[in-house]
């Protein structure tokens, strides 16, 4: 019996590759998205810990250090600064994450198209077997007709 050959059979492994390929680098977007979002989350942590110090020390009401206080201050200024630095580079993240993302879809729709095509042509392929068949078939019923 005949088998069904797809000349483009090595564009769709290419687009398969080219997809796969694309599903990575967005994992590896994501990936770095959700290490800078739990870094953010663990400075805006630390920067709630340092102003409860902070208050703590202050609203005492005994002697207050004033050298320990300006420390406190200077952590939680330098960790706002950090926060709105990681502000920042978790906006790049997600734009790097749509990105990859646009990228996937399009190397999706890339492949999905030369796998349509492999359809159609199995689905021709398939129905002209089938025709031959019935060609076959109607000779040796016709030639069974005239021998009898």
Avoid at 27 to 36: L, N
Avoid at 72 to 82: C, D, I, N, P
Avoid at 84 to 89: F, L, N, V
Wanted: aromatic fraction near 2%.
């Amino acid at each position: 019996m005949a088998r069904f050959v797809f000349r483009l059979q090595r564009v769709l492994e290419q687009r398969e590759r080219e997809e796969q390929d694309r599903r990575s680098e967005l994992a590896r977007e994501m990936r770095a998205h959700r290490e800078i979002a739990a870094r953010l989350r663990e400075l805006q942590g630390r920067l709630r810990d340092e102003r409860a110090t902070l208050a703590c020390a202050l609203g005492a009401g005994g002697r207050v250090a004033l050298r320990d206080a300006r420390e406190q201050a200077g952590v939680s200024l330098h960790l706002e600064r950090l926060i709105r630095e990681g502000g920042a580079d978790l906006a790049v993240a997600e734009g790097r994450c749509d990105t990859a993302r646009a990228r996937l879809a399009s190397a999706t729709a890339r492949r999905r198209a030369v796998e349509l095509i492999r359809e159609r042509r199995m689905a021709d392929w398939a129905r002209d077997q089938r025709r031959r068949e019935a060609a076959v078939l109607d000779d040796l019923i016709n030639a069974n007709r005239r021998a009898a």
